[in-house]
C-alpha cells in the first residue's frame, strides 16, 4: 500500500482511500486475473465491461490520457467534466470495495497515451486477460482491436449495450432499404420497446406531434432556471488542473456546474421532468438572447458519459405523461431525440465509418473562420451563439442547427473543419453521436443519407423563432446591399450555385420555384454580394 500511495500521490490525497485488495498485498501481490478498463464515457455501474467483475481477483483500470484531452483542443469544460466525472466513478467503485488503479492526469510517469498506458498497468498488474467495452469513436475502436495480438493477451472487447438497439439491429433494420429515414427507424424502435404504445397503435393515434412543437417563445415569458451543481473539492481541484493544464483551449470554466455522479445526474433528471418538460415540446426550437437553454433538458452530457441511461430517461419522461404532469406533444418530442435521433445517429456511424467522415457532398472547401473561436462577429445570431457555447460548452440542437450549422451549410464550410469543431466545443461531444449531426444533418455532406433536404435557411427562419435580429446590425428583411442580412444572400447563393445538386429534389421544390422568378442580373448581384462577404471572412 505505501508504495501505491507513493505511485499514485495525488489520486490518493483526492479519492477515498482504497480497501486493500483481497488475498494480501497491493497489486503486486495478487495475481489479477482480469484488467477491466473503463473508458471516460463509460462511468456507469451497468457497463458490459463490469458484467461478471470478480472484485478478489480482478481489478479496474481507469486513465485520464493528455492525448485525448488534446485531440482536437476540447472545450475547457468538457475536459473538467470527464475528468470530474471519472474521479467520482472511481471513488464510488473503490468505496464498494473495487480495486481501481487509477492513472491521473498529472501522474509523473503517465505517458498520456491509451495503448501506451495499457501496456503499463499490464506490466503492474500481469493480468491473464483485458476486458472492455467497446470505444465510442472509430479512431480508438481500431487501436483497441490490435492490443490482442500486441500485448499477447486475450482480449474481450465487449459490445457497449446501454443502447436500445444493438449494431446488429440497426444493420439489420438498414440493410437493402434505399434510404435510411429516422423517422421509420423511430417508429420500429418504439414498437419494439413499447415506448408510448397503446397495444400495436402509438398513444394518442399519431406517431409524430412536430408540428406543435414550434413555436417561438412569447415576448413576456420568465424562464424558470435549470437546477445547478455547484461543483465540490474533487471537482474543484480538478478544474484547477484543467485552468493549469489547459490554458488556451477554447472555452471558460467559470460557470462550470454540470452533475458529475449518477446521483446529480438523477437529480437534473428529476429537475428537467418536473420544471421543463411541461414546455419542453411547445418551444423546442425556440431561441432568446440570455436564454441559451430554454426548456431543454442539459442531459446529453450525462447519458453519452454513462451517468443515466438511455431507457430511464425515456421511462421517467413516459411516466411523467402517463401520470398527466407533462403533455404528449412535449413528451413524445422529447422521446423521440433519444430513442429516435440518438439511436439512429449511432446507427450510422458505426454502419459508414471510417469513410463518412470524409463526406463532402458540395466539395466545400473554405476554412473554418476564426470566429467561430471567438465569437467576433457582427452577426448577432452567431455571436450570441459561440459566446454562450464558450461560456457553457452547450447551445440547444437549433442553435447549433440553425445557427452556427446553417451558416457553416451556406458559406462552403470544409465539413471535417466544422465537424472537429463540433467535437471540441460542446460538453456532450463524443463522435459517434456528433459526426453525423454535423456531416449528415448540419452541412448535408453525406448527399442525403441522412436528411432528406439540406438544413438550409435564411434570416427569416432565425428572425422567427429567436430575437437575435431585433439587436444585430444588420437587417434581416434586406436581401442585397451593405446592410442586408448575410444568411439572406448566402442562403439564395448557396441555392443558385448548388442547382445543379439540388433542383431534382421534391423538397426544394419551392426555394426552386421562387428562384426561377429571378432574373440574371439578380443572380449575378446575390452571387457577387456572397462572394465578397466570403471572400472578407477569409
Ligand atoms: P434536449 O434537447 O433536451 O434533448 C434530449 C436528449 O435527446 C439529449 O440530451 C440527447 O441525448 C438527445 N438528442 C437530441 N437531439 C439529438 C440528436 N440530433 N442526435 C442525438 N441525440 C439527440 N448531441 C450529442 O449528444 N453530442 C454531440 O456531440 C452532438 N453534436 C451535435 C452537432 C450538431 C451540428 C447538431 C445539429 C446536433 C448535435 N447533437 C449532439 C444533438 C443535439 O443538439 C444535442 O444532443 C442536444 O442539443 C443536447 O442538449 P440537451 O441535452 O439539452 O438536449
Ligand atoms: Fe443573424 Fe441576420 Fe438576424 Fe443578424 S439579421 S441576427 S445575422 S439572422
Sequence with gaps: ??????????????????????????????????????????????VSSLRGFDPSTSVVLMMELADECRNVGHHKQKIALFLAAMRHFAAELRADGVVVDYVALDQSDNTGNLTREVERAIGRHKPDRIVMTEPGEWRLKVETSSWERMFGLPTEIREDDRFFASHARFRQWAHGRASWRMEHFYHVMRREHDVLMDGDKPVGGQWNFDQANRKPLPKSVQLRSHKRFVPDAMTREVIELVTERFPDNFGALADFDWPVTRDGALAALADFIAEHL???????????AGEPFVHHSLLAPAINIGLLSPREVCQAAEHAWRNGTAPLNAVEGFIRQILGWREYVRGIYWASMPEYAERNFFGALRPLPGFYWNGRTNMNCLRKVISDTMHYAYSHHIQRLMVTGNFALLAGIAPREIERWYLAVYADAIEWVEMPNTIGMAVYADGGLMASKPYAASGAYINRMSDFCKTCRYDVKRKTGPDACPFNYLYWAFLIQNEGQLKKNPRMGMPYKTLATWDDASKSQCLAEANEFLNALS
Design 1 to 46: 500500500m505505501a508504495e501505491l500511495l507513493a505511485a499514485y500521490p495525488l489520486l490518493f490525497g483526492a479519492l477515498p482511500e482504497r480497501p486493500e485488495p483481497p488475498g494480501g498485498g497491493a497489486f503486486g501481490g495478487v495475481t489479477v486475473s482480469a484488467l477491466h478498463i473503463v473508458l471516460g464515457d463509460q462511468l456507469s455501474r451497468e
Design 278 to 288: 411541461p414546455d419542453f415540446g411547445d418551444y423546442q426550437d425556440a431561441m432568446k
